[in-house]
């Protein structure tokens, strides 16, 4: 699930609140850009369900395309 707002204001930090109330710390990440998400040390990934990334419309094209990547790949390393 992708949600997209350049507006501020619209919610899109309170969701972290009201993911991690709903399933729990530990099955949540937020990451304030993409360069976070995109990182190569990206153990605390591991067994989330939900990972929000901030700020992701500042998106060059080489960090667009390794989003597509680990987003379309069957298993992410």
């Known amino acids: 699930m992708v949600a997209f707002c350049r ?3 619209t919610g899109k930090s309170s969701m ?3 993911l991690k109330a709903l399933l729990d710390e530990d ?14 040390q990206n153990h605390e990934q591991l ?12 998106a060059n094209k080489k960090q667009s395309d390794a ?3 680990t987003i379309t790949e069957p298993t992410i390393r």
């Open 7 to 9: 507006e501020t204001g």
């Open 16 to 18: 972290e609140k009201f």
């Open 27 to 40: 099955k949540v990440l937020f990451c304030k850009n993409l360069e976070d998400y995109l990182k190569e």
């Open 47 to 58: 067994n989330k369900l939900i990972v929000l990334v901030d700020e992701i419309e500042r």
């Open 67 to 69: 989003l597509k990547s």
